[in-house]
């Protein structure tokens, strides 16, 4: 993979709209789904971002033909994404792909679904603490999969998978979309409790339903699914990007910003609006869009991540470079993931007063931000160091920022737009 400099001239304020592309973790479930039927299933709204161009890669391994190895624009629907898979060619899901990214382990519930076999390797992506899979495997062997290690693999068999009545012992996005995607070929009813209430997963089952899964929501942490004997093909657009709309949202409210995003759901951003009200942010919401205005003094705030609806984890890294600007003392406490503050000591190379303590962050607000060397260790704190470098005086060089385009569609040629000073370069 490919490495990256960004380097930023600070200071230049943001003016103008901005879109917002799909959201990618919402495109990679569903793209994992393509494993679950023989026909088609074609994605509109689908990001240009690196995770995605790796899980198309995976599949087309695994068999997958059609439009999708480089994603074009094809209409007034956006970005497309044409997938079929005929055959299962190979259970095997390669190191490789698992290295680059967690939603490697998305396959596992489809492939042993459709054809009661898979070999994933060990899931990677951001190093931001520890992000078990065990609720997961877990599922899956109530289902009837066998299930151990070999080496760097997961290694699952079943003849068939059956429905199960499993509550989750703890909330997880990524073991709730595949629980539900090995459930609709299951035989049988599953019924899952304490799922997880994330956008995306009710966007991946609108989708399994569109394929002719008969799936329904009881309440909203149950799910209900009536195992078919075979899915078909479909088309779905992929929801807009919460994270991405609130990455920018943030970005609109430093001083002197003027930004309009666009294209957003704002029901799924309700906890980062009411944190960025209380902080007494200049913001409108519209139809389809948000308008921040920066220049307001801001004040302090206090925040806890929490799963959905709650304040989420992966715009932590982005309002904590915000806070670094606001009056007084913030706390921002991290209760998802035990290893998520990596990025402040990056924020501290230019000028922030934050101190960590355990599981909460205290951020003393009112600081020059100046230019310095930086190095980003994961997705969303390269969002945050970014917002850092716009905000400080002089020039900022973030370091291995491949990280950003994971899950960024263009930030740098979308922040161009709006008068950003900003270039990539390859490292």
């Given at each position: 993979?490919?490495?990256?400099?960004?380097?930023?001239?600070?200071?230049?304020?943001?003016?103008?709209?901005?879109?917002?592309?799909?959201?990618?973790?919402?495109?990679?479930?569903?793209?994992?789904?393509?494993?679950?039927?023989?026909?088609?299933?074609?994605?509109?709204?689908?990001?240009?971002?690196?995770?995605?161009?790796?899980?198309?890669?995976?599949?087309?391994?695994?068999?997958?033909?059609?439009?999708?190895?480089?994603?074009?624009?094809?209409?007034?629907?956006?970005?497309?994404?044409?997938?079929?898979?005929?055959?299962?060619?190979?259970?095997?899901?390669?190191?490789?792909?698992?290295?680059t990214t967690r939603a490697s382990v998305l396959l596992l519930g489809p492939m042993l679904a459709r054809c009661g076999e898979a070999r994933v390797s060990m899931p990677g992506g951001c190093p931001i603490g520890e992000r078990k899979i065990?609720?997961?495997?877990?599922?899956?062997?109530?289902?009837?999969?066998?299930?151990?290690?070999?080496?760097?693999?997961?290694?699952?068999?079943?003849?068939?998978?059956?429905?199960?009545?499993?509550?989750?012992?703890?909330?997880?996005?990524?073991?709730?979309?595949?629980?539900?995607?090995?459930?609709?070929?299951?035989?049988?009813?599953?019924?899952?409790?304490?799922?997880?209430?994330?956008?995306?997963?009710?966007?991946?089952?609108?989708?399994?339903?569109?394929?002719?899964?008969?799936?329904?929501?009881?309440?909203?942490?149950?799910?209900?699914?009536?195992?078919?004997?075979?899915?078909?093909?479909?088309?779905?657009?992929?929801?807009?990007?919460?994270?991405?709309?609130?990455?920018?949202?943030?970005?609109?409210?430093?001083?002197?910003?003027?930004?309009?995003?666009?294209?957003v759901m704002p029901a799924h951003l309700g906890s980062l609006l009411e944190t960025l009200a209380a902080m007494g942010a200049d913001i409108q919401v519209g139809a389809g869009e948000f308008h921040a205005c920066g220049g307001r003094a801001?004040?302090?705030?206090?925040?806890?991540?929490?799963?959905?609806?709650?304040?989420?984890?992966?715009?932590?890294?982005?309002?904590?470079?915000?806070?670094?600007?606001?009056?007084?003392?913030?706390?921002?406490?991290?209760?998802?993931?035990?290893?998520?503050?990596?990025?402040?000591?990056?924020?501290?190379?230019?000028?922030?007063?934050?101190?960590?303590?355990?599981?909460?962050?205290?951020?003393?607000?009112?600081?020059?931000?100046?230019?310095?060397?930086?190095?980003?260790?994961?997705?969303?704190?390269?969002?945050?160091?970014?917002?850092?470098?716009?905000?400080?005086?002089?020039?900022?060089?973030?370091?291995?920022?491949?990280?950003?385009?994971?899950?960024?569609?263009?930030?740098?040629?979308?922040l161009q737009a709006l008068g950003a000073e900003i270039a990539i370069e390859e490292e």
């Open positions: 993979m490919r490495n990256f400099i960004i380097s930023i001239r600070g200071g230049r304020p943001l003016a103008g709209d901005v879109a917002v592309a799909g959201a990618k973790n919402a495109a990679l479930p569903e793209l994992a789904a393509v494993c679950l039927a023989s026909e088609a299933l074609e994605l509109a709204n689908v990001p240009q971002v690196e995770d995605i161009r790796v899980m198309v890669a995976a599949l087309r391994a695994l068999g997958a033909e059609g439009q999708g190895e480089d994603i074009v624009l094809d209409g007034p629907q956006g970005r497309r994404v044409r997938l079929a898979m005929p055959q299962l060619r190979t259970p095997l899901v390669s190191p490789e792909v698992a290295r065990d609720f997961h495997l877990l599922g899956l062997e109530r289902m009837g999969a066998e299930i151990r290690a070999e080496g760097e693999y997961l290694v699952a068999r079943c003849r068939r998978l059956r429905g199960i009545d499993f509550t989750f012992p703890g909330k997880t996005v990524t073991g709730t979309e595949n629980l539900l995607m090995a459930a609709a070929l299951a035989e049988g009813t599953t019924v899952l409790r304490n799922c997880a209430r994330e956008p995306e997963v009710a966007d991946l089952a609108a989708l399994l339903a569109g394929m002719g899964a008969d799936i329904e929501a009881d309440g909203e942490e149950t799910w209900v699914v009536r195992g078919r004997a075979a899915l078909h093909g479909a088309r779905h657009r992929v929801i807009p990007d919460r994270i991405e709309a609130g990455t920018y949202l943030i970005a609109g409210c430093f001083a002197g910003n003027d930004v309009r995003v666009k294209g801001l004040r302090p705030a206090a925040v806890v991540t929490e799963p959905y609806p709650g304040f989420p984890t992966d715009l932590q890294a982005q309002l904590t470079t915000l806070l670094t600007q606001a009056e007084g003392v913030s706390r921002v406490r991290e209760t998802i993931f035990n290893d998520r503050f990596r990025h402040v000591n990056e924020l501290k190379r230019l000028g922030a007063d934050i101190e960590v303590r355990g599981d909460e962050a205290l951020v003393r607000g009112g600081a020059r931000l100046h230019g310095a060397v930086l190095r980003t260790t994961d997705l969303r704190a390269s969002a945050a160091l970014v917002l850092g470098g716009l905000a400080a005086s002089g020039e900022t060089r973030i370091e291995n920022a491949y990280q950003l385009f994971r899950g960024y569609e263009d930030m740098p040629g979308k």
